[in-house]
């Protein structure tokens, strides 16, 4: 999508002159987040170079320096400060027109809109509200399914109310912007798990002399540098071979019960296939990692619906 300003304050659609695409904004916006360039670039999932290379490219069609480099975390200029409210009302004016394009506008504060992680999506979400509901009453709720950057798009870009994603200190996330708090709602775990034999032991383990196939996610995916982590720390990545990709949880998990080989799932996404011993757990303390979820919300986004959902939080973490 191509924009070309016509003054600070407004900006509409052209076809001729200067022309800024709409991913230079969403670019704009994680970076007056996070203040680093490389932590920007890691959330939009671009390489940090052809991330400043867009930032400059803004700059350069707005007409003076939006960022000050010569303090780090860098901050806005004055410019800056003036641009962000524009550039998010013309993500927002986008997401709106999308909506309307594609029938999706409700009325106001019918429903409650999260972007969540594809593993707690669909293990861990409906569960999570169901039991909110109990206490609030039944929630209306949409929920998209997207890998970490979306997840983090989505929140920065202001077309979610919420954001379900797990963290980790070691991965880089939304910095402490007021426009974006979070709180700690659940801890969860990296386990690695095996396909039982029909006597219930594993088919693989993790101490045999034998290397065990491994079930792995993409490597730019939040599980899949949970993985990488404890495989670097254990040494066990001397002691597998690689079997399969996937960046979905889901996927892994129905490729583990089909003895494809070993992966690390969350707890949360592998509890019940243990319970039945489907599955069996083959790592320790040693081998597993802590991760817990967090949920954001977008200031930017306020109603009442929303502020009683994140009022109930609240008082619950």
């Known amino acids: 999508m191509l924009f070309t300003q016509t003054g600070l304050g407004s900006a509409q659609l052209t076809n001729v002159g200067d022309m800024m695409e709409i991913d230079w904004l969403e670019d704009f916006l994680a970076l007056s987040a996070a203040g680093i360039f490389a932590k920007a670039a890691d959330a939009r999932n671009i390489s940090q170079s052809a991330f400043t290379r867009r930032i400059k490219n803004l700059e350069y069609w707005i007409g003076t320096p939006l960022f000050d480099r010569s303090v780090h975390p860098v901050v806005l200029t004055k410019a800056g400060q003036a641009f962000r409210p524009v550039a998010h009302e013309m993500i927002n004016t986008l997401s709106t027109a999308r909506a309307e394009a594609k029938g999706l506008v409700r009325r106001e504060g019918e429903v409650l809109d999260f972007v969540a992680l594809h593993t707690l999506a669909i293990s861990y979400f409906p569960g999570w509200i169901t039991s909110i509901g109990k206490t609030l009453g039944p929630i209306k709720s949409r929920v998209v399914a997207e890998n970490f950057s979306g997840c983090v798009e989505a929140i920065l870009s202001g077309s979610s109310d919420f954001m379900l994603c797990y963290h980790h200190p070691t991965v880089p996330m939304i910095t402490d912007d007021a426009r974006y708090p979070s ?93 039945e011993g489907r599955l069996v757990k083959i790592s320790d303390s040693s081998s597993e990692n802590p991760i817990s979820i967090h949920l954001y919300r977008s200031m930017e986004r306020s109603r009442s619906d929303v502020e009683r959902f994140w009022s109930y939080m609240s008082s619950m973490h």
């Open 183 to 275: 709180m700690k709602i659940a801890e969860d775990r990296m386990v690695a798990v095996s396909v039982a034999e029909p006597d219930g032991t594993a088919r693989f383990r993790l101490d045999s002399e034998a290397a065990f196939p491994l079930l792995s996610y993409t490597r730019d995916s939040f599980l899949g540098k949970m993985t990488n982590l404890i495989l670097e720390r254990t040494g066990l990545r001397q002691n597998c071979v690689f079997q399969y990709e996937n960046s979905v949880c889901e996927a892994l998990k129905a490729a583990t019960l089909e003895g494809m080989g070993v992966a690390w799932l969350p707890l949360v996404a592998a509890e019940r296939e243990l319970n």
